[in-house]
C-alpha cells in the first residue's frame, strides 16, 4: 500500500511559480513511477508529467513541456511538480499518483494509489 498526500497548491498570478509536493508512505515508493495529475471544472483527469522510480526518465504532456519540471527524492519520499510560466489555463485540482510498475505511465488506469488532491489557481 501507498499513501500519497499533496501540498503546495494556492492561488498565483499568471505568470508566478509554484512547487507541488506528494509525500508518499509505503515501502515500495522508491520502486513505483509517480505521476501527476490534474482536472479542471467539468473536465476529465488529464495526464501532466511522470517520472520513473529512480528519476532517469520523466515524461510531460504538451501544455506543459518546457515549463513544468517533474523530479523525485526517494530518500524523503517525495516527488516534486515544479511550475513555472503558470497560466489560467492550468487552474486545476493537481493529483499525485502512484503506480506500481517502474516505468513512466500517461495514462490514469495505469496507477494503482491516489491522493487527495491539491488546487491550483492562477489568475490573469
Known amino acids: 500500500q501507498v499513501q500519497l498526500v499533496e501540498s503546495g497548491g494556492g492561488l498565483v498570478q499568471a505568470g508566478g511559480s509554484l512547487r507541488l509536493s506528494c509525500a508518499a508512505s509505503?515501502?515500495?515508493?522508491?520502486?513505483?513511477?509517480m505521476g501527476w495529475f490534474r482536472q479542471a471544472p467539468g473536465k476529465e483527469r488529464e495526464f501532466v508529467a511522470a517520472i520513473s522510480w529512480n528519476g532517469g526518465s520523466t515524461t510531460y504532456s504538451d501544455s506543459v513541456k518546457g515549463r513544468f519540471t517533474v523530479s523525485r527524492d526517494n530518500a524523503q519520499n517525495t516527488v516534486y511538480l515544479r511550475m513555472n510560466s503558470l497560466k489560467p489555463e492550468d487552474t486545476a485540482v493537481y493529483y499525485c499518483?502512484?503506480?506500481?510498475?517502474?516505468?513512466?505511465?500517461?495514462?490514469?488506469?495505469?496507477?494503482?494509489?491516489w491522493g487527495q488532491g491539491t488546487q491550483v489557481t492562477v489568475s490573469s
Open positions: 509505503g515501502r515500495t515508493f522508491g520502486s513505483s513511477a
Open positions: 499518483a502512484a503506480r506500481k510498475g517502474s516505468w513512466v505511465g500517461v495514462d490514469l488506469g495505469q496507477y494503482d494509489y
